[in-house]
């Protein structure tokens, strides 16, 4: 085979693997933005605090393809659910919920890619889940909730009496977040972290293709 034949074999696989990807990062993504819009009350939490698996597609993504793909994924999966439920935040919450994800998804996903192995990806999804808890509750604290205070009218003090009907210990926004914000992402990131160790090696080949693993 000459260097042009060759040359051009590579391109026609790399096409291909591209058009592949895209189609899978399609595919999670609406799957994600299914999966974002059945949220489950949870009784322990405030009211506007719900959970949901859309960070599951967009792991499995992420260990498949990259933390790019992942990051791609998370960013349709808001797109998607903004097309079927709209926003009640003028962007605010879903942009918060982009960055959220981002930060579980990405770093797992990373320390996965250079380790891939049931060790790296544990490591991976334990790094991911603190890192979701943290910025979850900074950007909470911050953004979120000051937020709905002001665009919903809503004192602060009465943001917080939602959170002490369900929890006596929660008495201000420091202890709203810690108790309430923070246990939501620790949560979701421990229930999709296990599902997706379950998983993932069965969906992997699909993932990447019949011939990979």
């Not at 693997?17 to 322990?44: K, N, Q, W, Y």
């Not at 709905?148 to 943001?159: E, L, S, V």
Request: hydrophobic share 55%; net charge positive; aromatic share 8%.
């Amino acid at each position: 085979m000459s260097n042009e034949e060759a040359t051009m074999k590579s391109m026609k696989r790399s096409n291909v693997l591209s058009v592949r990807t895209i189609a899978v990062v399609a595919v999670l993504s609406a799957m994600a933005g299914a999966l974002m819009v059945l949220e489950v009350p949870l009784p322990f939490l405030p009211p506007f605090y719900k959970l949901d698996f859309g960070e599951l597609p967009a792991l499995l993504g992420g260990f498949a393809l990259g933390p790019a793909a992942g990051a791609a994924i998370e960013a349709l999966k808001v797109l998607i659910k903004m097309l079927i439920k709209g926003t009640t935040t003028i962007g605010i919450g879903d942009l918060t919920n982009f960055l959220v994800g981002c930060a579980f998804i990405v770093p797992a996903a990373a320390i996965y890619r250079k380790n891939k192995t049931r060790k790296g990806a544990v490591l991976g999804m334990v790094v991911g889940t603190l890192a979701m808890a943290v910025l979850g509750g900074l950007l909470n604290a911050y953004v979120m909730l000051p937020f709905y205070a002001t665009a919903f009218g809503w004192p602060m003090d009465k943001i917080i009496a939602m959170g002490s009907a369900v929890n006596k210990a929660i008495s201000d926004l420091p202890s709203f977040v810690l108790l309430a914000t923070t246990p939501l992402n620790l949560l979701k990131g421990v229930s999709v972290s296990v599902i997706t160790f379950l998983l993932y090696k069965r969906v992997s080949p699909i993932l990447h293709g019949a011939n990979k693993k």
